[in-house]
């Protein structure tokens, strides 16, 4: 018996049918106008490509003026940090705030620093 027949014949079409898929698509986009999508395609692709960019350079016009170096009002410790924003000396751990380009505590009113002086004890002898 003759195995390699017509009848033995597979033809696999799966290929051929993604290509057809992509054709009548093209077929498609050109009959109804391709101009538009190819232009649109290039404006996302120039966003894209143009978007970090920008955002980038946004980004440290906004820490250049927002961002604050000093020094803690209490120890001395250098710190640096947003304005408007309330922090803790990493040094002491005084709570600050960042107001006008400096960092001021944060002192509930009518409190007084007190520096507190060790004194020796000894007896006074009559």
């Not at 093209?26 to 190819?38: D, N, R, T, Y």
């Not at 920008?54 to 304005?83: I, T």
Request: contains cysteine; neutral net charge.
């Amino acid at each position: 018996m003759n195995q390699n027949g017509f009848n033995g014949v597979q033809v696999n079409l799966s290929g051929f049918r993604f290509w057809l898929t992509i054709l009548a698509g093209i077929w498609l986009l050109s009959a109804i106008g391709l101009g538009w999508l190819v232009k649109s395609l290039f404006i996302l692709v120039a966003f894209l490509l143009f978007l970090p960019i920008v955002g980038f350079l946004g980004l440290r016009w906004w820490l250049k003026r927002n961002l604050v170096d000093g020094q803690c009002p209490v120890c001395g410790q250098g710190l640096a940090g947003v304005n408007r924003m309330q922090l803790t000396c990493p040094s002491c751990g005084e709570p600050l705030l960042v107001e006008n380009g400096s960092f001021q505590r944060i002192t509930p009113p009518g409190v007084v620093d007190v520096s507190a002086v060790e004194v020796s004890a000894r007896q006074l002898e009559d």
